[in-house]
């Protein structure tokens, strides 16, 4: 499907996000024309790698739970070590926040439990910051037109959301998101 050289491409790409730079890395004699050429033939590839090495979200949740319900303490020894070979085997160097070295030895700090508990928490919507607002002297708010009509203020929301999609994003306005720096 590919080259060597674009498989070098690739790789160089993945590293720094530069098509000209990866063109440039792998050895391409004109890499300002062949960057852009390569990532258009690879768009595909670079995606298909990126969504393998992408956290989805369960796997967000599995490793938080882990953190959550404080299993690295089946990691710990009798004397209160901490089982780095079965850690790792297992596949649970996530659990480590930091390894620190002292005067008495190497100190363990695990992920902190509460903080996993609270993004669990947000994820399933158990916390809701809510703040009532209200006018004076508890009232409701009052409100007041500002002496537009509702369709000239939807009129100037079309033309601005036109102007936008025309103006700062390229290929008028093809939404792939990539900024034109000339306006």
């Given at each position: 499907?590919?080259?060597?050289?674009?498989?070098?491409?690739?790789?160089?790409?993945?590293?720094?996000?530069?098509?000209?730079?990866?063109a440039?890395?792998?050895?391409?004699?004109?890499?300002?024309?062949?960057?852009?050429?390569?990532?258009e033939?690879?768009?595909?590839?670079?995606?298909?790698?990126?969504?393998?090495?992408?956290?989805?979200?369960?796997?967000?949740?599995l490793?938080?739970?882990?953190?959550?319900?404080?299993?690295?303490?089946?990691?710990?020894?009798?004397?209160?070590?901490?089982?780095?070979?079965?850690?790792?085997?297992?596949?649970?160097?996530?659990?480590?926040?930091?390894i620190k070295?002292?005067?008495?030895?190497?100190?363990?700090?695990?992920?902190?439990?509460?903080?996993?508990?609270?993004?669990?928490?947000?994820?399933?919507?158990?916390?809701?910051?809510?703040?009532?607002?209200?006018?004076?002297?508890g009232?409701?708010?009052?409100?007041?037109?500002?002496?537009?009509?509702?369709?000239?203020?939807?009129?100037?929301?079309?033309?601005?959301?036109?102007?936008?999609?025309?103006?700062?994003?390229?290929?008028?306005?093809?939404?792939?998101?990539?900024?034109?720096?000339?306006?």
């Open positions: 499907m590919c080259t060597k050289k674009e498989q070098v491409w690739i790789e160089e790409y993945l590293q720094c996000w530069n098509a000209t730079e990866a440039r890395r792998a050895a391409y004699k004109w890499p300002n024309k062949s960057g852009p050429v390569k990532l033939k690879f768009r595909d590839v670079i995606q298909a790698r990126i969504d393998e090495k992408v956290m989805g979200a369960d796997e967000v949740l490793r938080l739970s882990e953190i959550a319900r404080g299993i690295w303490r089946d990691y710990l020894t009798e004397s209160g070590d901490t089982d780095f070979g079965a850690l790792i085997e297992d596949g649970k160097a996530h659990l480590v926040r930091a070295e002292t005067n008495a030895g190497k100190t363990v700090e695990f992920c902190d439990m509460q903080a996993a508990l609270v993004q669990i928490g947000k994820v399933h919507g158990l916390f809701r910051d809510v703040q009532e607002v209200t006018g004076r002297d009232g409701p708010i009052k409100t007041e037109a500002v002496g537009i009509e509702q369709s000239e203020r939807d009129r100037a929301i079309a033309a601005l959301a036109n102007t936008l999609t025309t103006h700062v994003y390229r290929g008028g306005g093809s939404g792939d998101g990539t900024l034109d720096s000339t306006e």
